[in-house]
T-cell receptor, first 112, second 112 residues
């Protein structure tokens, strides 16, 4: 059973601090990794994708990938109350051309 | 801009009714997906389609069917709605050769 694991939270972070969200996956064949943000009552929105080991930065967001440890993380710098949401980690199934394997999400709360 | 629309944001149906949920995308994507999302369970794939008239079962297809007569439209059908099908239903699409999925706004279905 291929799995993607995330701490469900809630993770509470003060405004202006760095929020660190973590995700582990079980399929060593996975090559594509995604972070989605989902506000309460809304649908998931793609915010980051990463395919190679190392860091990928986009504005205040940095995705980090370590394939040897089967670990993906998302860092949010200068956290804002508008970053409060559930963050979903998704990973492609190594032997599937169609499906993403989804984590259950981490709820992030940014406290003013 | 990526656009996926769903026929209803909120829907209330009675047990035993036949329910149609429709999804339309204007990105010329080959692949379309139906998920349901429940608290604590994350996103679960019901069905997906990789071409017109082509479909494959996801993880939880029981009690559901789908139809894809045109490339841009993917319908989810609940043949006889039951209370355990009360959920948020999310449609997504993606282009062949990529893994990024783009979601519609979701339909919150309540079966009473």
């Amino acid at each position: 059973q291929k799995e993607v694991e995330q701490n469900s939270g809630p993770l509470s972070v003060p405004e202006g601090a760095i929020a660190s969200l973590n995700c582990t996956y079980s399929d060593r064949g996975s090559q594509s990794f995604f972070w989605y943000r989902q506000y309460s009552g809304k649908s998931p929105e793609l915010i980051m994708s990463i395919y190679s080991n190392g860091d990928k930065e986009d504005g205040r967001f940095t995705a980090q990938l370590n394939k040897a440890s089967q670990y993906v993380s998302l860092l949010i710098r200068d956290s804002q109350p508008s970053d409060s949401a559930t963050y979903l980690c998704a990973v492609n199934g190594g032997d599937s051309n169609y499906q993403l394997i989804w984590g259950a999400g981490t709820k992030l709360i940014i406290k003013p | 801009d990526v656009k996926v629309t769903q026929s209803s944001r909120y829907l209330v149906k009675r047990t035993g009714e036949k329910v149609f949920l429709e999804c339309v995308q204007d990105m010329d994507h080959e692949n379309m997906f139906w998920y349901r999302q429940d608290p604590g369970l994350g996103l679960r794939l019901i069905y997906f389609s990789y071409d017109v008239k082509m479909k494959e079962k996801g993880d939880i297809p029981e009690g559901y069917s789908v139809s894809r007569e045109k490339k841009e439209r993917f319908s989810l059908i609940l043949e006889s709605a039951s209370t355990n099908q009360t959920s948020m239903y999310l449609c997504a699409s993606r282009s062949t050769g990529t893994y990024e999925q783009y979601f519609g706004p979701g339909t919150r279905l309540t079966v009473t």
